[in-house]
């Protein structure tokens, strides 16, 4: 893959996850790469091609995790802590996570995009709830709801979590954090 293509794959993602996939465009890319419009024409013709390679990037790199985590062979509770993790970074980098961000502009995705969020959020969700099952069936955790409610709220939690902090000052994300993870101490 060119080192263009990626630079703009990685400002694009940065565009969506600060200001939301409506308030960029490619003069944004073009004018931060000092390339010209056509060069992200090239690599990307519309932006509905590129919105929709940036939720499947964002979907390689969760599968990618899931792979390394069983190949280190984490147990349950570190697999949560690192999917946590997830939303602890876009917390300190100020931005929202790509489902949040791409989620209020939903709508106006073309198809294709919404196809691959939607594969993004119900791929999170299945491995999330088998997770929590295990976990609990191991005794790593405990819990009342049904796994897939479970990994609902917590998915949901981190998502608007991450939202919030756009228009509240200061959120104690350490907190919310440690909050879900006592939530599933046995």
Not at 1 to 12: C, D, H, P, Y
Not at 135 to 156: C, H, T, Y
Request: glycine fraction near 4%; proline fraction near 2%.
């Amino acid at each position: 893959m060119s080192v263009t293509r990626e630079k703009i794959l990685e400002l694009g993602e940065n565009l969506i996850r600060t200001k939301g996939y409506n308030a960029f465009s490619y003069q944004d890319i073009s004018s931060e790469l000092g390339i010209k419009n056509a060069a992200v024409h090239y690599y990307f013709p519309s932006k509905e091609n590129l919105g929709t390679s940036i939720v499947k990037t964002n979907i390689q790199r969760f599968e990618e995790m899931v792979d390394n985590m069983v190949n280190r062979k984490f147990n349950e509770w570190q697999q949560l802590e690192t999917f946590i993790k997830i939303y602890v970074k876009s917390y300190r980098e100020h931005k929202k996570c790509l489902v949040g961000s791409l989620s209020p502009d939903y709508n106006t995705l073309n198809e294709t995009t919404k196809v691959e969020l939607k594969k993004m959020i119900e791929m999170i969700l299945k491995w999330l709830t088998e997770l929590l099952d295990r976990g609990r069936n191991n005794e790593v955790f405990a819990f009342k709801d049904a796994p897939d409610s479970k990994a609902l709220i917590i998915f949901s939690s981190l998502v608007a979590s991450l939202q919030l902090t756009g228009i509240m000052e200061k959120i104690d994300y350490k907190c919310l954090q440690q909050s879900i993870l006592d939530d599933l101490k046995p």
